[in-house]
């Protein structure tokens, strides 16, 4: 940045960067005053006759070393320190030190600190010599006309270096309050998808398995039952989805992420798919978190998707093992040879479960053992934490310090 303040030592500084280059309306601006300089010194070696030709050199020099800081600064105010060592050849010091009294403004607009402190200490320096040097006019006069066309100049520099700084730091939060926006609402649709995923997808499943038992005499009323039942929790779940989209009233039908529940719907729908499921631990034990229910229940509901589409004959078994550190969920089925690849699939299902667990500081693995597909979560109980909360903490021998 061309301006940043620093605190130090207590005391509030003002460190100034490289300058940024000048816009197009100030270089339209700065080029607009040297060429008609230029100009005037150019018809000045002609009109009147009997003028210096030196003289309008060191005049043509002094422009164009004004004009070199629209590139280099530093090149720019070398150039003019030597052009002002020359002009006392011919005379013409006072001249080529008005020139730097206007070059003060180009060297605060895009100068940095050593060239600034630099620059003013030479200028003072020059001030001097050409003051000393005048012995015709008084000595104040000369002085305050130098001094105060540098101070000046430098400070319009100055205000125009403060006023593009911070309209280049507003342009930069304003971008970064867009990309923050825009975050959001890519955040927002991940979620919408994962929500749909997570709930509609299972849904879909148990109807696309059920449509297929249609033709079996013997499936075919309960295949009907499964397939209503299904819609409908399609349905109370996009209503969730929805409601939840337009942040508006929350009915009480929709889904809470109760494990028991969840648990209880994936062996009913697995054991009318003609699976096996055998059950294990207490989904209502009151040692689970609510927010470790949650994503267990969403676990087992993307299992159990998982397990309708893929897994063999054979027993399911769902496990749940609670300890007072921690909480364990394993879904174990058996893999199928041929699996039922007519079920379309968005393979994001594992992805977005290890993304829950792990985000809950917990383990999460998914693979084949043995010939079975097993899925396993474990998240923490923070136990001690519960414990914590609930004795009185004693009171801090000092007063606690903030940070």
Known sequence: ?????????????????????????????????????????????????????????IGVATTLSLALYLWSPLYATCALALVFALSFLTGSESQVLIAAAFAAGLIMRLGWNALIFSYAGLFLVATAIVVTADSEGPANISVGIFLIGAAVSGAVGYALRLAFARGRKLEIELAEKAEQERQAVLAERRWIAGELHDSIAHHLTV??????????????ESSQEAIRIAARKAMTDLRFVIDLADDGPRSSGMPAGDLAASITEAKEELESAGHSVRLGGDPADERIPRAAEIIFARIMRESATNALKYAGQGEIEILLDVTDESAALTISSPLSATPRRELSSSRTGIGRMA??????????????????????????????????????????PNPPRTR
């Open 1 to 57: 940045m061309a301006y940043r303040p620093r605190r130090d030592r207590g005391t509030r500084a003002i460190r100034l960067g490289r300058g940024e280059k000048l816009i197009a309306v100030e270089r339209f601006f700065v080029l607009a005053i040297l060429v008609t300089i230029l100009t005037v010194d150019v018809i000045g070696y002609f009109v009147p006759p009997g003028v210096d030709p030196f003289v309008a050199a």
């Open 207 to 220: 109807v696309s398995l059920h449509v297929q038992m249609l033709d079996d005499d013997k499936a075919s």
């Open 355 to 396: 993304e829950r667990v792990l985000g809950a500081s917990g383990e999460f693995d998914a693979g084949e053992v043995d010939g079975r597909w097993v899925v396993a979560a474990r998240l923490p109980i923070a136990r001690q934490a519960v414990r914590a909360s609930e004795e009185p903490a004693p009171a801090p």
